[in-house]
């Protein structure tokens, strides 16, 4: 997939969305660039840590259940990178040694499926509250 393939406003915030299943990134993608976000999918971890050095990012939104790196194992190597934008993480059912680790790491925790506009609420909210 390549990126900016939807339309996106000027200014909108960057987002990195990072999920191992085409057609939901697909989706998620055009619901953020339509919402006025500028997006960028990365089809895992290791995608995104190859690449994230070119550009920064304001939000980032990870599937949990990722191959190779959790979605939180990649958090963490972002943190230990220096870099620790805006995350949520997506997940299915969590449990609560999940949703204690997500706590400790400043993660906000989205359980799928996700209806409507709750990730692109959320993610306003969280850039609106600074």
Not at 4 to 11: A, C, D, S
Not at 18 to 39: E, I, N, R, T, Y
Not at 98 to 105: E, G, I, V
Request: hydrophobic fraction near 50%; aromatic fraction near 6%; include cysteine.
């Amino acid at each position: 997939m390549t990126t900016n393939q939807f339309p996106t406003r000027e200014g909108g915030a960057r987002v990195f969305v990072v999920d191992s299943d085409p057609a939901v990134l697909h989706s998620f993608q055009f619901a953020m660039a339509v919402g006025g976000f500028d997006v960028t999918p990365f089809p895992d971890a290791l995608a995104l840590l190859s690449g994230r050095m070119r550009v920064a990012c304001d939000v980032l939104v990870v599937e949990h259940q990722l191959p190779v790196f959790t979605g939180l194992d990649l958090v963490e190597a972002l943190k230990k990178a220096g870099q620790a934008p805006r995350t949520f993480l997506l997940a299915t059912n969590p449990n609560a040694a999940l949703r204690r680790r997500a706590r400790a790491a400043d993660v906000k925790l989205i359980e799928k499926p996700i209806l409507d506009d709750a990730l692109t609420d959320a993610i306003r909210a969280s850039l609106s509250a600074g």
